[in-house]
């Protein structure tokens, strides 16, 4: 299983940034896929949720509003679009899948919201 994530960056507070975590080694199609973030001395935080067929989706209620998990079965990447970003958002963001009694993880993509 291998996930990568890309998309983050710095963005001035009101912004948008939309993520791409590309997945590969397993049925993507198969799998609920979700996105965390992190900030240092803080618990990994789930942000979003997409079920296998992309029909239901969940978010934080920090995000509600604001962020749409997607996801291209077809290209085996789940996004994360970010709109009217806050200084809060600021964390690294992953995405995740649980696989075969296992959780995997990307390596993270940096997400800063600084004027």
């Known amino acids: 299983v291998q996930l990568v994530e890309s998309g983050g960056g710095l963005v001035q507070p009101g912004g948008s940034l939309r993520l791409s975590c590309a997945a590969s080694?397993?049925?993507?199609?198969?799998?609920?896929m979700r996105w965390y973030r992190q900030v240092p001395g803080k618990e990994r935080e789930l942000v979003a949720l997409i079920t296998n067929g992309g029909r239901t989706t969940n978010y934080a209620d920090s995000v509600k509003g604001r962020f749409t998990i997607s996801r291209d079965n077809a290209k085996n990447t789940v996004y994360l679009q970010m709109n009217s970003l806050k200084p809060e958002d600021t964390a690294v963001y992953y995405c995740n899948v649980l696989h075969s009694g296992g959780s995997y993880w990307g390596q993270g993509t940096q997400v800063t919201v600084s004027s």
């Open positions: 080694g397993f049925t993507f199609s198969s799998y609920y």
